[in-house]
């Protein structure tokens, strides 16, 4: 189902221990791709930014823990297309639908505007979870309300950085997870869009798992996530000095578990449980249904996760 062609991998360092990616990953933040380790201080909290590890299509398989880099950007283009395009199909005229944030779901919002000036979808009303839904959605011609103006949201659309076997979430790149957690979870149906490089076995080894905090509980907030065993980093901004502030006026704190995630739901609500945290990347329980945009050779497909579950493990039976 999948090509290798599609894929880099990554040489890891010698006894050191750091990663030394050989692409730079898509998923991964920029301050996180540096070759060395670096550590820096805040009150009694060491704050760590380690490099992502970017592994082959054969570890995608659910016999790996790492998301994979796709070499060209426009091949990932087109499977986000195909999972938007598919997406809209669900959505029926005088729906409440939720905008996610991020670059699939900008496309599903597009594609959501198209359907509505063809006449073939009326009386869509958006709820956007971002300044950047809201944008795109007066750009596309999808009329958006507020969340309080609403009793009901039919149906949500939303990416996700990973997804595990259990449909579990991390979300946050775009550091809109807060506001994308509420709409998601009230939504009737929550359908996560993402192409097949965002699967993975363990959450958390690649992507970091975002957290928002209250900026004056800034230092212990880092205390306790790092006796949790994290090592958490401040998101600083790519066009500002400083760090990146959300739509509610938080800070965001990207933090890396080097064993990975193994108790996504416990870790969860002992994060939420930290005074000062807003909401984390963590999503449990969330997604009904995950569309999976796939690429064989130059075929481009989208299904369903079950079943691109079933397939990886098939091709994982048929290559031992």
Same mark, same amino acid.
């Given at each position: 189902m999948a090509t290798s062609a599609m894929l880099r991998h990554t040489a890891l360092a010698s006894s050191t221990g750091t990663a030394v990616p050989s692409s730079r990953s898509l998923a991964a933040p920029a301050a996180s791709q540096r070759l060395a380790l670096r550590s820096t201080h805040l009150g009694n909290a060491k704050v760590f930014s380690a490099p992502a590890q970017?592994?082959?299509r054969s570890s995608l398989r659910?016999?790996?823990? =790492?998301?994979?880099?796709? #070499?060209?950007?426009?091949? =990932?283009d087109n499977l986000k297309r195909a999972v938007a395009k598919k997406a809209v199909e669900l959505v029926k005229s005088g729906m409440v639908v939720g905008l996610g944030t991020g670059s699939t779901s900008s496309m599903a919002i597009e594609e959501l505007g198209n359907l509505i000036k063809a006449n073939k979808l009326k009386d869509i009303v958006g709820v956007a979870t971002s300044y950047q839904s809201k944008v795109l959605a007066r750009q596309f011609g999808v009329k958006t309300v507020d969340l309080n103006d609403v009793n009901h949201i039919d149906i949500a659309f939303d990416g996700a950085d990973e997804v595990d076997a259990g449909m579990n979430l991390i979300k946050g790149g775009g550091a809109a997870h807060t506001m994308e957690k509420v709409v998601d979870s009230i939504a009737k149906e929550c359908v996560i869009l993402i192409d097949e490089t965002k699967v993975v076995k363990s959450l958390g080894l690649s992507f970091p798992l975002p957290v928002e905090v209250l900026p004056f509980a800034l230092a212990p907030v880092l205390r306790a996530l790092a006796a949790l065993g994290g090592q958490p980093e401040i998101r600083t901004a790519l066009r500002k000095d400083g760090p990146v502030i959300t739509d509610l006026g938080n800070m965001v704190v990207d933090v890396r578990f080097p064993e990975g995630v193994t108790d996504p739901a416990a870790l969860e609500t #002992?994060?939420?449980m930290i005074p000062g945290v807003i909401e984390n990347g963590l999503f449990i329980n969330v997604a009904n249904k995950v569309l999976v945009g796939t690429k064989d050779g130059e075929e481009t497909s989208v299904v369903e996760f079950a079943e691109f579950v079933a397939s990886m493990k098939s091709s994982e039976e048929v290559s031992a």
């Open positions: 970017v592994l082959s659910l016999a790996a823990t =790492q998301v994979v880099a796709i #070499k060209d950007p426009s091949s =990932q #002992k994060i939420n």
